[in-house]
């Protein structure tokens, strides 16, 4: 599996976008970008995912650099309950998901 | 639709006891994985099923564990016998068999402590 770098902790205020940067600079072809967070001590929670386009989704945005060796997920307007820790991970497949230490997000009021 | 069920929700043994972890998936879904949390460290990853085979067991950490999956629906993990550093917080995950870029989605956790 691909390694991933993610700054350990990040600020938000409320109502603010949140952007969580996301280095994956030894990414494969067909290996896929994944976002999960985890709130508390509750299980992972599928956030997005994509392969070389930016993806959309309601909970938030994957912005994908093109030569794919970065990505930036985008929490619109992030909320109190959107402080979680989040993970950026990347497989192929029905591959295990290998989490690392992730980014610790803290929203503001 | 019923997301993915662990039960129980948390369980306290004593060292030298077996305790048998449930995971239900989403119906539908043929993979089935586990994972854990042990005290201060990140979540690492036990086995996969695809449907009642084991596609992937790199991840457990000895011959106590056994994880079973009859029939394909329901998977058990059973630890026996416990022991002190098997504490932490057991992840169930599943997901549907689907091109490349499928997702898993968890389940609240078993949260295991061993006195």
């Given at each position: 599996d691909a390694k991933t770098t993610q700054p350990t902790s990040m600020d938000c205020a409320e109502g603010r976008a949140a952007n969580l940067p996301c280095n994956h600079?030894?990414?494969?072809?067909?290996e896929y970008v994944y976002w999960y967070r985890q709130i508390h001590s509750q299980g992972p929670q599928y956030i997005i995912h994509g392969l070389k386009n930016n993806e959309t989704n309601e909970m938030a945005s994957l912005i994908i650099t093109e030569d794919r060796k970065s990505s930036t997920l985008i929490l619109p307007h992030a909320t109190l309950r959107d402080t979680a820790v989040y993970y950026c991970i990347v497989r192929v497949g029905f591959q295990k998901l290998v989490f690392g230490t992730g980014t610790r997000l803290l929203v503001s009021p | 639709e019923a997301g993915v069920t662990q039960f129980p929700s948390h369980s306290v043994i004593e060292k030298g006891q077996t305790v048998t972890l449930r995971c239900d998936p989403i119906s539908g879904h043929d993979n089935l994985y586990w994972y854990r949390r042990v005290m201060g460290k990140e979540i690492k990853f036990l086995l996969h099923f695809v449907k009642e085979s084991?596609?992937?067991?790199?991840?457990?950490?000895?011959?106590r564990f056994l994880a079973e999956r009859t029939g394909g629906t329901y998977s058990t993990l059973k630890v026996q016998?416990?022991?002190?550093?098997?504490?932490g917080v057991y992840f169930c995950a599943s997901s549907q068999v689907r091109g490349l870029g499928n997702e898993q989605f968890f389940g609240p956790g078993t949260r295991l402590t061993v006195l």
């Open positions: 600079s030894t990414i494969s072809g067909n | 084991k596609q992937d067991e790199s991840g457990m950490p000895n011959n016998p416990a022991e002190l550093e098997d504490s």
